[in-house]
């Protein structure tokens, strides 16, 4: 996949161009464990390179935008180019602290997970620009159809932090009666969809859900997202031929945050150039973007939410990022990449980088950083007290046990009711 | 009332769905413009436009995760497969996702899909338009599992799935479009012209989800049938003047568990049919059920009269689907075992 | 001989298998480098190489696909579905393609490929991680189905599936992975440390596909169990005294009559247990046989003691599990049944 | 889709572009019956416009073979520029010959079925050259996954016609034994793979059979076709992304014959440029090419077979072709296509472009070939006789029945045999 991964994932093995016979190839990471990660190599596009197309512009007008990198805030936290987009300063600040919110949330039930009040957490460290600055750049009134990874997206369309924690320890407030694995939100009263742990599944619902918009002569657009692992799945196919086929109002995203739990983006990925560039045989346009650039990932969803609110269709976006932790609770990275990894992304860290152009702008001081930084900290301890107070998983209570039956089927069918009594309840 | 064919009345039916209901929308492979490749949808693009009755592309589980989507945005759709054989690109949208969303989702979300897919044998469809997948999608919960075995079930059955709130599955015995075919190749092929259930009232009228249909009265032994397999055993009983109290499932999932049990318990035999291989087919729930519902009254072991565990051959179709000779000799033993 | 866990049991069994057999490859999500999510393939990528131990894109249809055409082009390759719950992806590759090249293709092409993948509850995996699938497969001509209950049988029951010519899905209950784990949560873990099944000999040796095993002798009531169940109706009629004919099935497809019907015909009478929803579950399949073929020694209904109609729930997953006391319950019921 | 049918394709909807809000488009042909049928806007490039790179060159460098056309033949039936292929003019002739027996078999199975000797047939009219020049440019050990239309392949392998018309009537002579749908060909012993009835399945199976020749150090590589309407199943994704990710020596072909039974391929291809652009966004070389140009699909495949023997993976064919007959026999395309629409198709017949070039090579008369036409019509008929004396579908004799429980397992289990005493056998 792409930049020096490829050539790396190549190298790893031996080469292949001009062998006497065919070679099978196995793509490996650039660095594994013991290595030094060195990405001075990638050579990515500088921010403000791009120029920003018409949110009209012919398709075949938009390949540029797959192969590049469209990137807003410089080194200095300037916002360069013709993507640079118009935030108020209000809303910029709303973004940051709901970065900061987000993973002070991550912070707390992770913490909680290793103290076993959650059987399971998923934390987005390092993505939190990709989910809340599209949510941002949406209506409230658009559907969105996350993966387990967005949960700065709910955040960001006001989910309450105590019935998101209350659903992760199914107690008896979890508005999915206990029946979900925790980060598994549903939430239709903030038009987020329900999370799926199967993978990719909720691409091609998003599509469908967008077409009935149109048809209904509805402004709403859906939008969603799957990881880089998951392009592999054939609901990334499924989605793209019917957004490409019928014009659908949405916006696909792509997190290509690297990798797939152990797995590096060019087993899903392949050769391919880009995950954007996936878009191009679809009639699609594609926008690759700098997943750790607020106001990139704003101005690129912006650009494709305008265009299908506009009859012009669908856009995919990949937000390159890094996944900042591990996969999950279940999950030990040291085990398959160098432990400082991280460190050594050059795109460095969406809420270092959003603050800082804040603070350029005068507009944020690192004394009201600290003091937000310090109130998450209180919002999530005084919201997790509140949310164990409803009960937890291990003691309970959670919904009454006979609720299990429930929801199967609009009205509970004999098997269902004979079950329940023999259960004798 | 007019006499209709199957196809026809599953045409009227969605015809119905379409004009009285504007989040009612039809798509499939060759569904649009063409009408079907058996004509399902003739003529209704024409009527109600192409962004409600639309061709959809080759991918089985894009089009079930269109309607999904479409579903929780309010419409209902009627989605085409147009072969039962060709669902299980699909499978995982309907298990992991159509039938879970109003669970996983405490309600909150819902998909009331309909999944129109017509199958079964006897028309030298190889093992590749054959199928009678039924068994597969019994063991999903929160699906409902329909196959009518006339023109007015058909109608009233689709009305009532497209209708209903739950996700339906519902298959449509192609070997019945045309007539209550009664497995026997080498008669001329009958019409639904003359037959009762041919009569197909106009306009909205439903038949329960969830309620069989006695379709003959008998004392010796009840038959359990549904789609093709009813007409293979009415003949088959009345061949061996096997006095047998013959139960049209029509609904698979959920059962019709009273009408059941109360024919067992009346004859004391039971004999179960249906196209589909044997080993874990819907026979296999249904004998499990009864022998547990009805232990005391049984007095012969519940047989099952089904296709054999391969795939449909194309040369030996007619060895193969579970014809009125196989049936009848269930019938006889069954009747006279002691 | 060495005591191993059983995924220690599994990597040993394929570790055996790529040393002895060039033609086996390995793959799957996370199975390379990583060694597999539940380490069952670890280090054996840094042993035999990336070309015939790797990680395979997200893509079940894919893994199992390319693991096809492969066989077809002399390898045998063991191909891991991370979770029995994301399978159905792959569903119409196992059931239009995999199962069918030998007998389409008149036995020209065959596709020896083993499926493994990890299935059951327990883990507070929630539905996406918990499922148990078998039934869907046991309904498909052409495919071996197996289940171990331990080590010991799960070294020599992949190894048999590996070797033969039939295509194999191998699931594993994950919750025995660490132990013998009998249905009580509250209870300490138990380990495969001290069981005699955790004694697990070096090298090759098999377990014979289609054989069932005899794991507790008894006269009053047979009980018919696979992969977790058996521990939990072994711990059952210990609990109750139950003087039970307990039998692990280990192969579900073909399953082995002979051992059931002479235990059946034994005690008269028959429980049936899996964790699987029950409605078309695999125990349907067993009990409408065993009532054929066992009609004049039933002195009860058979039971089914099964997970429920719904999908896995996350805080309930005990009250879904089909535990001890409900199995005790069924034990005592059939046992006194008169 | 592409070219004039994309735009029609809109235009047969309401205006999208700059809509004042979402608007579904449901893509329609440019022609329906009573259209008088003009693909003069098609605006196709010229014969011998695409320089032919070197087989080893980066993909990145092959974008434009996506976009445009390889072509060879030009009006005049000469061969024009690099993508001109050697070919000895004994081979040529095979190749004419070779298309011109396929057509005289279609013939005349159609006709056998039009009179009830077969259940089913499937004619490949026109789209010839698109498995016949390909079969001629790999080798014979090359394995090759088709379709259901690809039959011009098998005769090119020597497929035997009398073999080919036993199974396709199911009698006592079919090496099937009765159990597959008429022309669902398998034959190992000429590296012909088994037709499968479901779409698409067979594509990553290819990839994965070219791993294992790859990863047992042979050379031998993989060939497969799938329809325009097949690119839009999941396996389609399948296979590329496998392909991309090992480098697999495989070589995916695309037949673009325009519709799908009733569906035009902007269904499935949505407003996609061309299916060979499909492969951009894996990191695979592209091409699409003239499919009614013999030379064209010879020397397209030769240079991808060449790419892969020399280890350097992959590559997508798209064969822009077009369908002469109905799908099937169960088909009547008068419903939905204009009835001339393919004597106004502008790629013309690839038998007589290739008839046109042999004969200005001074290498073949107009006698020559009516003399192979005549040829090739008493072949099939001799043929014919030959295969029903060992039996029909209607009369028999078939394989036994018992062979029906057979090659499911290994070994007959218990269930299968009790079946088979059940039915009295
Ligand atoms: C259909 C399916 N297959 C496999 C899994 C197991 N699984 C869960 S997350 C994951 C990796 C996904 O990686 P990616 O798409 O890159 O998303 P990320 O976790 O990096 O955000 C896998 C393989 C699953 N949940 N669903
Ligand atoms: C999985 C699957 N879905 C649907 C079908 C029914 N079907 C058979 S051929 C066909 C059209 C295929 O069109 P295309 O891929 O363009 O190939 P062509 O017939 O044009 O050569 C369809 C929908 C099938 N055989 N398999
Ligand atoms: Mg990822
Ligand atoms: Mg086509």
Redesign the interface.
């Known amino acids: 996949m792409a930049y020096i991964e490829q050539e790396n994932a190549l190298a790893a093995?031996e080469a292949?161009?001009?062998?006497?016979?065919?070679?099978?190839?196995?793509?490996?990471p650039a660095f594994?464990p013991g290595d030094r990660p060195d990405f001075s190599k990638l050579g990515l596009p500088r921010p403000g390179e791009h120029p920003r197309p018409d949110v009209?512009v012919d398709?075949?007008q938009t390949h540029e935008l797959a192969f590049g990198l469209v990137s807003v805030l410089n080194e200095r936290g300037n916002a360069e180019g013709e993507w640079a987009p118009d935030i108020s300063p209000e809303a910029l600040r709303n973004g940051l602290k709901t970065m900061l919110l987000t993973r002070a949330y991550d912070d707390r039930m992770l913490k909680m997970q290793r103290t076993k009040r959650l059987?399971?957490y998923m934390k987005c460290l390092g993505e939190e620009a990709v989910a809340i600055a599209a949510a941002h750049a949406l209506d409230d009134t658009d559907?969105l159809f996350p993966s387990y990874r967005q949960q700065g997206a709910l955040i960001q369309r006001g989910g309450d932090i105590v019935d998101m924690m209350c659903h992760c320890i199914?107690n008896s407030r979890?508005?999915?009666?206990?029946?979900?694995?925790?980060v598994?939100y549903?939430?239709?009263a903030l038009n987020w969809?329900?999370v799926?742990?199967?993978?990719g599944?909720q691409f091609?619902?998003?599509?469908?859900?967008?077409?009935?918009?149109?048809?209904?002569?509805?402004?709403a657009?859906?939008c969603s997202w799957i990881g880089d692992?998951?392009t592999?799945?054939?609901?990334?196919?499924?989605?793209m031929?019917?957004?490409?086929?019928?014009?659908?109002?949405v916006v696909l995203n792509v997190v290509n945050n690297q990798c797939?739990?152990?797995?590096h983006n060019?087993?899903?990925?392949?050769?391919?150039?880009s995950f954007a560039?996936?878009?191009?045989?679809?009639?699609?346009p594609?926008i690759r973007v700098d997943g750790n650039d607020y106001l990139a990932v704003y101005a690129a969803t912006q650009w494709a939410a305008e265009r299908?609110?506009?009859?012009?269709?669908p856009t995919l976006i990949e937000s390159y990022t890094y996944r900042g932790e591990a996969h999950s609770t279940?999950?030990d990275p040291s085990?398959?990449r160098p432990r400082d990894e991280y460190d050594a992304w050059p795109l460095g860290d969406p809420v270092e980088r959003l603050r800082a152009h804040i603070i350029n702008l005068g507009e944020w001081t690192a004394e009201d950083h600290d003091s937000w930084v310090a109130e998450c900290k209180d919002t999530v301890s005084a919201a997790w007290k509140e949310a164990v107070s409803y009960g937890t998983?291990e003691e309970?209570p959670?919904?009454p046990?006979p609720t299990?039956?429930?929801?199967?089927?609009?009205d509970q069918?004999?098997?269902?009711r004979r079950?329940r009594q023999?259960?004798g309840i | 009332m007019p006499q209709l064919n199957m196809m026809q009345a599953l045409t009227d039916a969605i015809d119905t769905m379409l004009s009285q209901d504007d989040s009612v929308v039809t798509f499939g492979e060759d569904v649009g413009y063409f009408g079907g490749v058996f004509g399902v949808t003739r003529g209704l693009q024409e009527k109600y436009g192409a962004t409600r009755v639309f061709d959809a592309p080759i991918n089985e589980g894009a089009i079930i995760a269109m309607a999904m989507g479409m579903a929780t945005n309010g419409m209902r759709p009627i989605a085409e497969i147009q072969f039962a054989d060709y669902i299980f690109p699909g499978f995982d949208q309907i298990i992991s996702e159509l039938t879970r969303i109003r669970y996983r989702s405490a309600g909150q979300y819902t998909a009331p899909v309909t999944i129109r897919t017509p199958c079964g044998g006897g028309i030298y469809g190889g093992q590749t338009h054959s199928m009678s997948p039924e068994a597969f999608f019994t063991h999903i919960p929160g699906l409902v599992v329909a196959m009518p075995s006339n023109p007015y079930d058909a109608k009233g059955l689709l009305i009532a799935c497209t209708e209903s709130d739950d996700p339906a599955l519902f298959f449509e015995p192609k070997r019945l479009y045309n007539g209550p075919f009664d497995g026997d190749p080498n008669k001329p092929q009958p019409s639904w012209k003359d037959h009762p259930k041919g009569n197909v009232p106009e306009g909205h009228y439903t038949v329960p989800i969830g309620v069989a249909d006695v379709v003959r009265e008998g004392n010796d032994v009840t038959v359990i049938a549904y789609g093709t397999m009813v007409h293979v055993a009415l003949a088959a009983a009345e061949a061996e003047s096997v006095d047998a109290d013959i139960i049209d499932l029509r609904t698979l999932i959920p059962y019709d568990i009273e009408t059941i049990t109360r024919s067992v318990q009346k004859t004391g035999r039971c004999v179960i049919l249906h196209e589909a291989q044997k080993t874990s087919g819907f026979g296999a729930e249904l004998a499990a059920q009864i022998q547990e519902d009805c232990f005391y009254h049984l007095e012969a072991p519940i047989q099952r009269v089904t296709g054999w565990d391969t795939p449909y051959p194309h040369a030996h179709e007619w060895s193969y689907f579970p014809g009125q000779s196989r049936v009848a000799r269930a019938l006889k033993k069954t009747v006279e075992f002691a």
């Open positions: 093995n292949i161009m001009g062998d006497a016979q065919p070679r099978l190839s196995v793509p490996a594994r009209l398709t075949a059987s399971f559907m199914s979890d508005n999915l009666k206990g029946r979900q694995l925790p598994h549903t939430n239709k969809f329900s799926s742990g199967n993978l599944t091609p619902q998003a599509v469908g859900w967008s077409m009935a918009s149109a048809l209904k002569g509805e402004t657009i859906a692992g998951t592999a799945e054939g609901d990334f196919h499924a989605a031929t019917l957004a490409s086929t019928y014009n659908a109002p797939a739990i152990s797995m060019s087993i899903s990925g392949g050769k391919a150039p560039a996936k878009a191009i045989g679809y009639g699609i594609g299908a609110r506009n009859g012009a269709g279940s999950d085990k398959y998983l309970g959670h919904a046990i299990m039956f429930d929801d199967v089927f609009v069918p004999w098997q269902l079950q023999e259960l």
